[in-house]
């Protein structure tokens, strides 16, 4: 019995190998927690990072129904493809109505100006009636002096019954009827000066009549290009090459000016949008070098660079960013978005926009 007691008491001895293989775990743990220590040291990384790409919204200008359809679901296009058709033929109309009033205000413009070019002519035989009745009434003054002049002369000679009295009545009907032609052309002078400043006056109107009709010309213009441009918006082309989404329009749908209906995604420009955390952000930096692994493909490897940081977190771009003066503030560690581009073009045709990635930036 004293024999079995002591042989239980006696500790057991531990294998040579477990220790051995402790020692390893412990050696290679101990060495992968430096290198990793180390590694954190100079580069930073996260998994909350997904592709993006440049998308175009498919937007029409123009309500109406669809007339055709030229696109499917997923299909690639070229920019200036036709992707679908408005029917057309309100807009056509309009076109026809507004070139129909351009011209009905054209034909008043030409009427306009017709009138205001005879008003002009008839200002201008006023002018020339004007400047023969002024020349006239020099000579007329001339006749009148001369014959006053005949008529003292006679009147003197007459008093000393020098001439006869036939002569005397003869000087005094010369002087008279002087007096009277330049009281006529007198009167002529004062009706082409009136009929001067009601022509005058009719081209003032005249020409505030071409004013309104070449406004109206032009406003008839605008109203054509509009109706031009809204015929053009029928046809709806892809704005850039790229692949369209989910389609989803058929042929007879009524369409909205403004409707969103399909997405066209460029997607030879892809790069990574990575929200670091905030502590992660003080070594970073524009032109960093990225490590790029994306989930969909684990066995690709991708590089990249910094490209740019945004300029605020991610919470203050929310509809409802938070606000920390409202008394109820919890510290919560903020993302900053960081955009970055690939450097390489191999293997980028297999990518989509919106798969998952996780990005390290080499900071050191």
Not at 148 to 162: A, G, I
Request: charged share 25%; net charge negative; glycine share 4%.
């Amino acid at each position: 019995m004293e024999n079995n007691t002591s042989k239980e008491q006696q500790p057991k001895k531990i294998s040579k190998r477990f220790i051995i293989a402790l020692i390893l775990i412990i050696s290679i743990g101990g060495t992968f927690g430096v290198y990793k220590y180390l590694y954190s040291l100079s580069h930073v990384s996260t998994d909350n990072a997904q592709i993006a790409a440049d998308v175009y919204y498919v937007i029409p200008h123009v309500g109406g129904y669809v007339q055709t359809v030229h696109v499917t679901d997923n299909q690639i296009v070229k920019k200036g493809d036709t992707l679908l058709v408005i029917d057309d033929d309100e807009y056509a109309l309009k076109v026809s109505e507004a070139q129909a009033a351009l011209e009905i205000a054209k034909s008043n413009l030409e009427v306009t100006r017709q009138n205001l070019n005879l008003s002009e002519t008839q200002v201008s035989t006023a002018d020339a009636s004007i400047a023969g009745a002024e020349t006239s009434i020099e000579a007329a003054e001339i006749r009148v002096w001369r014959a006053e002049s005949d008529f003292k002369r006679y009147e003197d000679l007459y008093q000393k019954n020098v001439i006869t009295k036939q002569q005397y009545e003869q000087a005094l009907a010369e002087k008279q009827a002087a007096e009277k032609q330049l009281d006529v052309i007198k009167q002529q002078k004062v009706v082409a000066d009136k009929q001067k400043g009601s022509t005058a006056s009719q081209t003032k109107v005249a020409l505030s009549q071409i004013k309104v009709a070449e406004a109206n010309v032009a406003q008839h213009e605008v109203v054509l290009k509009e109706a031009l441009l809204n015929l053009s918006y029928c046809v709806i082309t892809a704005p850039v090459d790229g692949q369209i989404s989910t389609v989803g329009i058929t042929s007879g749908q009524l369409l909205k000016a403004g409707q969103s209906l399909f997405n066209i995604v460029l997607m030879k420009s892809l790069w990574i949008t990575a929200n670091f955390k905030e502590t992660q952000m003080t070594d970073m930096k524009v032109g960093q070098k990225v490590k790029i692994e994306i989930d969909a493909y684990p066995k690709d490897n991708f590089e990249g660079t910094v490209t740019s940081l945004s300029p605020a977190t991610g919470a203050l771009f929310s509809i409802l960013p938070p606000d920390n003066a409202t008394g109820n503030f919890v510290k919560i560690v903020q993302r900053v978005p960081v955009r970055i581009d690939f450097t390489e073009s191999e293997n980028l045709d297999k990518l989509r926009p919106g798969l998952s990635a996780d990005v390290t930036v080499t900071t050191k």
